[in-house]
């Protein structure tokens, strides 16, 4: 059994009344790295290791311009981002549960980037296959 993760940018949140109170740039708006619906596929094999590259050319489905979202072929995934999903995408990559317990499917995850006034949130999930 192989296993590979899948990641998809749920939803985009903005707190307007925050980055204006304590960011420099006080009307930065949404995070610019992401689009809802951007979907993300992780291989760990003998041909790729897109974890160790992290997510670099990862992205599968946007309705951007590829070279202008994280994880793209010309940017790996936001640092912020990357801190707070590198754990369960490894994981799922080894073939282990994600999130037994909490979540309805042990192999699904939401989570989200650690930006205080921008958040991102994503769905991590392990697929096996053959």
């Given at each position: 059994m192989k296993h590979k993760v899948k990641v998809t940018v749920l939803?985009?949140?903005l707190y307007p009344e925050l980055q204006q109170e304590y960011c420099t740039e006080p009307n930065s708006g949404t995070c610019p790295c992401y689009n809802v619906g951007d979907e993300f596929i992780f291989y760990r094999?003998?041909?790729r290791d897109d974890f160790w590259r992290v997510?670099?050319?990862t992205l599968v489905k946007t309705n951007a311009d590829p070279d202008t979202v994280a994880g793209g072929p010309k940017m790996p995934f936001c640092s912020e981002a990357w801190d707070a999903i590198a754990r369960y995408i490894y994981t799922g990559l080894?073939?282990?549960s994600i999130m037994k317990g909490?979540?309805?499917?042990e192999n699904v995850m939401i989570t989200c980037c650690s930006d205080g006034t921008r958040p991102v949130i994503?769905?991590?999930e392990r697929i096996d296959y053959e």
């Open positions: 939803d985009k949140k094999d003998e041909v997510g670099l050319n080894q073939g282990g909490w979540m309805k499917e994503f769905k991590i």
